[in-house]
């Protein structure tokens, strides 16, 4: 499957921007958002099952992103609110094959990232 992400950008905190992550085709149940801050490792951000919609959120973002899906667009979107400093990273999208939702080793197909800046 590939994947392409588009939307990130430069936002002041408590803010607001919305990713988008186009897909070839699906697999697995779920398609991903993780995020990788400058010197730290991949982090999960939120999941959503194709077929039943379930979301699943990283602690930090709850409350505060959004994430959805439109099955007939084969499109994965993730809208970020009240965004904050810590939020700023490479955010990647990810189509999963097996697994937990949660984990990076359960998807095996990326986009190439799109970076948001979040600033004080």
């Known amino acids: 499957v590939q994947l392409q992400a588009s939307g990130g950008g430069l936002v002041q905190a408590g803010g607001s921007l919305g990713l988008s992550c186009a897909a070839s085709g699906r697999s697995g149940y779920f398609m991903g958002w993780f995020r990788q801050a400058a010197g730290e490792e991949r982090e999960f951000v939120a999941a959503i099952a194709w077929d039943s919609g379930n979301t699943y959120y990283a602690n930090p973002v709850k409350g505060r992103f959004t994430i959805s899906r439109d099955n007939a667009k084969n499109t994965m979107y993730l809208q970020m609110n009240s965004l904050k400093p810590e939020d700023t990273a490479v955010y990647y999208c990810?189509?999963?094959?097996?697994?937990?939702?949660?984990?990076?080793?359960?998807?095996?197909?990326w986009g190439q990232g799109t970076q948001v800046t979040v600033s004080s």
């Open positions: 990810a189509s999963h094959r097996v697994g937990s939702a949660y984990r990076a080793t359960s998807y095996d197909d």
